[in-house]
């Protein structure tokens, strides 16, 4: 059995399988002796490596041996150690020029034109929450719909989505948390997947249905309307309108049609969780190379997660088009920096526990194999969590790693298709905006096989390469846009994913 | 018309309507006019009050006049600031005794008895996820068994409730947040209200469940199960999963049959939300009447919501039954004078734009009315979020106002009773415990009829003395405590309202 080596200047190789110590591993050519026991995809020393010298994965150091390492040993927590984190940023010194595939022969999908112009890939009605008050009559007014069957009389219609949460009260009303979830309503309000929106309050909320409306410069009309339990005189009063407001939107959101519309108006948001040793070369590696085609393509990239790029975001500074781009992103680092430090905790020890079951060690190897599914393209702008994206090309949307938060702002942010690369095996979608699985390893394929739309895995064993299995995603992400299922929708997934990020205080 | 004078001291009074600039009022036998509009529940002067002096109402300093008030002004915002927080804590300094009820007149309920030999007044099935990548496989879990009407078969089993939240990963494992979720999931696991219990994982998360039955000393069995979703292979096979395990707790939990139990294993939970300037003298007041009743009977009352007793905690460190209790009381304030610092948040800044709509003003004079509702028994104990409840009397356990995170936290403390009032209108129910709604006023009492349980208005109106209300309350807690339904349970709320208290940051 050989070893798999990422980068010919690394000192680690990953094992393909568990192996016991005394194992011999093919290291270019030659035997090399396991002198500890390894597991699967975990790495392993292919030199002596000195304490205090980098670990090098990726070609870059992705942390310091803590002990003298031997050639064959297992290299994890128990020998090695982030080290200390001061990158040299170097705004804008790397910026490539987009290959623009030429006009003529740009992909297109089959999408909904809305009236404001956005294209959207799904046509849900939604139920919008502004508190945890509402909630249950939110989704009791969806399940009226689910179980009376009228619904079959508007095919065209995806669902009728209710967007819970667990706040909206309990908060400053003068604070960025309160700012954050006003900017994630807002941008599921505008969604170009509803054809329709209803939103709901109780009415004594801190998240006041009509200061929504008014910071957020919207109107009530037929395709978006407003309630609170309150007013309306309580739980079964409030359900009853909710369900006759939704009833009269029906025949006009069923109206909507498919058409022709350009590639270059998919806002693809990338995202993984449960990320395992693999992910970075494999399924990160190639939904980076669909990334890429995107932007060839004239469309929007957005890239997320940033406790997961924390001590690579120097390679992506250097993408940054202009310096202004570049200090926003060394900004949300310097702000991570500090609500981690308020809040107590590291932000260099990301890698969850699966994450270390899975053989990363720190958190500039989780970010250098993260990095790997934005793609290479040029950095074109930094947003906030939930800001509305205006840009074409990779963007950086600032948000925590946890799936559901990140993807609820990439998609408040107006993403609409996602993909999630996973290694462990991931259990989310995210209605209305259909999520692609792409799996690391064809084990974790097999295994769950019905949850997952792309195996990745086949990389390693030299199937396919990264270029290749990055087309198969691109025409996926075009089909499924166009209105195929994904794994997560066959599933259901979806109803129980919003999860808007809650910054600061509950009070 | 004459005014609300709570306290003889007081130099406000309360508006019971809504009056223009010019009304007469009665004021002690002679005629006040009305200087400005005054809206209904809102604050009057009785007398001219210099700007610097105190606003007084229940007989205490709600606040400071930041103007020259009038007589018959309106006392708010605009002319009032909350001022310093200087409180003198006194500890143990009036100790009230119990006046116990002799034991052969103590009431009682009936209830279920555990193996453990705790008390549950439902008899629920649960499913807990440990993260939110496993909620849509217990909700699919739950609506199975809600659809397919194999419950109609079990009719002593209430129900099987899927317990879902929005944390559990994104989050260190080893800080206050960590914790405080591992107490919270803990509390439910072990709530005497289920007679069986689901756990599920996602397998990878943080929260996993492995560490939560090792560091909780829980072991599975008949009764208590658990699995993982990437464990399991996929979203298919775990649901089934779940089914199957379900399916075979149900004839255990349908053997379950109520009997007589003492009142004195009451664990009553006290909470308010969407407040009036009714609430304290009405709903709040009433409902400490029957706290204090339940104490006489020998039973556990958990009062909580940290932020709403600042600026009036000094009067509980006075009742606490011993320094320690009372120096945890103020550990616990200091805790949340840096945690709402850190977060930029101003702890004496809490009534919600409907508190204020409603006539409050200060956090002060929110406090006081808001103590009201714990009675004015000894303090036994001071317990963090979720930390089991081991006393019998009154009790505090910490947590926000914020209703759904403030009862979740009391259920976990092992609260088998919760009664709410509201001034404005709840919409909350909180499987698997049952929810009491006490109206703060007849006129939300009517509005929303069907949401409420008890009206307290009629103590304003003369109908009926606090203590009688009381009476009413306590005798309601039994009725409901031993299976009656109470409003909220009518209307199926408690499916969406379980949230623990996310502490920190997201990562
Ligand atoms: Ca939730
Ligand atoms: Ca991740
Ligand atoms: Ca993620
Ligand atoms: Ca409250
Ligand atoms: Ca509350």
């Given at each position: 059995m050989d070893l798999i080596h990422i980068h010919r200047a690394d000192n680690v190789a990953l094992s393909r399988a568990q192996l016991p110590a005394g194992s011999l591993v093919n290291w270019r050519g030659e035997l090399l002796e396991l002198v500890t026991d390894v597991p699967a995809m975990h790495k392993?020393?292919?030199?002596p490596i000195a304490r205090g010298e980098a670990v090098?994965?990726?070609g870059q150091a992705i942390g310091f041996a803590s002990a003298d390492i031997a050639a064959g040993e297992h290299v994890h927590e128990h020998n090695m150690t982030a080290g200390a984190h001061r990158p040299d940023y170097a705004f804008c010194s790397k910026v490539p020029a987009i290959d623009y595939i030429e006009t003529s022969a740009r992909a297109s999908f089959q999408g909904y034109r809305r009236a404001n112009g956005r294209a959207g890939t799904?046509?849900?009605?939604?139920?919008?929450?502004?508190?945890?008050?509402?909630?249950?009559?939110?989704?009791?007014?969806?399940?009226?719909?689910?179980?009376?069957?009228v619904l079959r009389d508007f095919p065209n219609v995806d669902g009728i989505v209710a967007l819970g949460h667990d706040s909206g009260c309990g908060m400053s009303t003068c604070d960025e948390g309160y700012r954050t979830l006003m900017r994630t309503l807002h941008?599921?309000?505008?969604?170009?997947?509803?054809?329709?929106?209803?939103?709901?309050?109780?009415?004594?909320?801190?998240?006041?249905?009509?200061?929504?409306?008014?910071?957020?410069?919207?109107?009530?009309?037929?395709?978006?309307?407003?309630l609170t339990i309150q007013g309306s005189g309580g739980t079964r009063a409030a359900v009853q309108a909710g369900v006759d407001k939704l009833t009269e939107m029906l025949p006009s959101a069923n109206a909507c049609q498919r058409e022709a519309i350009p590639a270059s108006e998919l806002t693809l948001a990338v995202q993984c969780g449960?990320?395992?040793?693999?992910?970075?070369?494999?399924?990160?590696?190639?939904?980076?190379?669909?990334?890429?085609?995107?932007?060839r393509h004239g469309g929007t990239v957005i890239y997320s997660e940033t406790p997961e790029i924390y001590g690579a975001e120097h390679l992506l500074t250097r993408r940054a088009v202009a310096p202004e781009v570049a200090q926003k992103l060394v900004d949300r680092i310097r702000w991570w920096e500090h609500y981690t430090e308020i809040n107590g905790v590291a932000l260099n020890n990301n890698p969850s526990p699966g994450n270390k079951a899975g053989g990363l060690t720190t958190i500039a190897e989780k970010s250098l194999g993260a990095q790997a599914k934005g793609g290479t393209s040029a950095l074109q702008d930094v947003y906030l969590y939930a800001?509305?994206?205006?840009?074409?090309?990779?963007v950086f949307m600032d948000s925590p790693g946890f799936d559901p938060v990140s993807v609820t702002g990439q998609i408040a942010s107006g993403a609409n298709v996602v993909c999630f690369t996973t290694g462990r095996g991931s259990a989310f979608g995210s209605k209305p905006v259909p999520c692609i699985k792409l799996a690391s390893n064809s084990a974790l394929f097999?295994?769950?096989?019905?949850?997952?739309?792309?195996?990745?895995?086949?990389?390693?064993?030299?199937?396919?390469?990264?270029?290749?299995?990055?087309?198969?995603?691109?025409q996926r992400i075009l089909a499924i846009a166009s209105g195929e299922k994904s794994a997560s929708e066959r599933l259901d997934y979806g109803d129980n994913e919003?999860?808007?990020?809650?910054?600061?205080?509950?009070?």
């Open positions: 392993v020393a292919v030199c090098l994965k990726y799904r046509n849900f009605l939604a139920i919008v929450s502004t508190v945890n008050c509402s909630v249950t009559v939110s989704r009791a007014i969806a399940a009226h719909f689910a179980n009376s069957g941008g599921y309000i505008g969604h170009p997947n509803f054809a329709g929106v209803l939103l709901i309050g109780l009415g004594c909320e801190a998240m006041q249905v009509n200061s929504l409306l008014r910071d957020c410069g919207l109107e009530t009309g037929p395709l978006f309307q407003a449960g990320s395992d040793a693999y992910s970075g070369m494999t399924a990160n590696s190639a939904l980076g190379a669909a990334a890429d085609l995107l932007v800001e509305q994206v205006r840009s074409k090309g990779l097999r295994r769950m096989r019905e949850d997952m739309d792309i195996d990745c895995g086949g990389i390693v064993d030299g199937d396919y390469s990264v270029d290749e299995c990055g087309e198969m995603i691109f919003f999860a808007p990020w809650r910054i600061g205080a509950v009070i």
